[in-house]
């Protein structure tokens, strides 16, 4: 029946719309330039800052050698991008939990928004710290 | 089926709308541009900067009106910066005439809004990275280097300990002499230097910096000047202590190379003439009877005692011939036959054997006494050619000196009577004894004294 296609064929935009977003929802466009030069000035000094402040922490988050934790922080190739964002909301997430020290949290928490914000992405389902 | 149809297709559209609508795009704004309240124009005046890591991690935001308001109306700023769609805003505290806050994140979209009883909301947006005062800097050091007549002008700023600005900044040097005008130069570096005659002579300068963003990625305005300093430049030198200053480093390497020289001198020199000048060898007597000696032959008498010359044939010259016989003594040619002085043939009783000369042998073959002239007995003796060695015997009469001449191989013993100023000298001839038939006398005056065997 001819009909039936068609209103198949018109259904199928309407459930392209309704199905969750899985991709980034980062905002995409040619930004190579600007987020280069922010991460340069700016959030490269609070990485060099929080990576100095983990070495105090050293493998304390890795107690129970659980290999999952490895798995947040994993960048995959041709998808800088997602890698980063989940980076930053897996740190805000992860770091949130322990029991870590105020101002190693707070640092965490700033290089995570940071990265978010030079990204222009959200972390989805999770709130930010503020 | 029509029905179905057209229903789904007007929820596909509908939906479709609201995906645009509602997605990450995150207008929410009136306007729909993504800018904060009314989009007026900038109508309100007030003048912001951010000083970035002013204390720790956070930076600040301060704000002032540039024109008060004509009715004096409460004004309130806030600093929005949109979340998730949403818009935070953090109100501005108020101090004495300024707005300030402080915050922690500079890389986002930011805005000040001005909020009043009369008027709506007013937003203007704001980067905080363009409008960044540094702090002042502080610590202003003046060094003067002598030798290169330059001050070297040392400064620090805060911001050399921080993240952002370190090595981000341009610094501003001010220089003045006494209430003069200002004179102004820039570096990006820490230090400058001024050169001594640019500068006058022993006057007094002030001298103060200030800092700005260098304007690759963080802008902003200069930052409040700091303390001054001042100094004073030092006296110019005179031509004439120049002068000297030349005349004293030419005259030390002339100095120099004149000690250089010296050294040589003396170090080749040394042996062959300043030594021996200095320390001149001293002829040492024995050493030298030693060379001249040869090794005396087998029985060969040595004896300072007159009795063991008693075989030696005795002569006894004329004192008038002496002289010339002293002069063939000298040439080592022929003596002749020599006959005592008067006064001794009256005192002695002597007989004389002539002996004659070998002329072949270049030996002295005569001996004679009588008054040995002074030239002859230094022609013979001279300065140090032919050592003579006096010598002392107990069994001499008194008043009777002698001693021994060595000339060539020959060993001349000789007597000299100091008080008759007489000489007589014997050399000993190699004559068998059982074939020596020579007579000997006896004189007791001291002169001679002979033996007949």
Known sequence: NPAFFRSIFRTLPLLLVLSPVSSSNCTMGNRTTEIRVKYENILSHDIDELVNMSAEYRDRCCKNKNHENSKMFFCNDTQEIESLQSMACNMLRFFHRQKISKDFRWKAALVSCGTLQVLRCKCERHKKEK | ?????????????????????????????????????????????????????????????????????????????????????????????????????????????????????????????????????????????ITYQKEANEYLIHYSTPHSLKKYLQDKLIHQIAYRQEEGTWKTIESPFLQVKLLGKKLGNDASYEVKVRSQPNGDFFKGTWSQWSASKTFRTAREQDSTESYSNVVLVIFSVLGFMLSIVMIVLIGTFWENRIKPAVWPNLSDHKKTVEQLCKKPKNNFDISFNPESFGYVHIHKVDGIRAKAELENFLQLSTAPEKNLPEKFKNESDLKMIPVMADKSNTDLSVTYGGIWPAEALHKLVGTSQFPVIEANCSSMPKGLKSFLILRDTQILFCHWDVAMFDVACWRRIAVPRQHSTFSTSTQHHGNLQTEET
């Open chain 2, 1 to 141: 089926m029509l029905r179905m149809t057209q229903t789904s297709t007007v929820l596909s559209l509908f939906f479709l709308f609201l995906h645009t609508t509602f997605g990450e795009s995150g207008c929410t704004s009136a306007d729909g541009d993504g800018t904060f309240g009314d989009d007026e124009p900038d109508n309100f005046d007030i003048n912001c900067f951010s000083q970035l890591e002013f204390k720790g991690s956070y930076s600040s935001l301060t704000c002032n009106f540039t024109e008060l308001s004509p009715h004096n109306t409460n004004y309130t700023l806030s600093l929005c910066t949109k979340e998730d769609s949403n818009n935070v805003c953090f109100n501005m505290e108020k101090q004495e005439d300024a707005y300030f806050l402080q915050f922690v994140d500079i890389l986002s979209k930011k805005a000040i809004c001005m909020d009043s009883e009369t008027k709506r909301r007013v937003c203007r947006s704001l980067v905080v990275t363009d409008i960044v005062k540094p702090e002042v800097p502080f610590n202003i050091n």
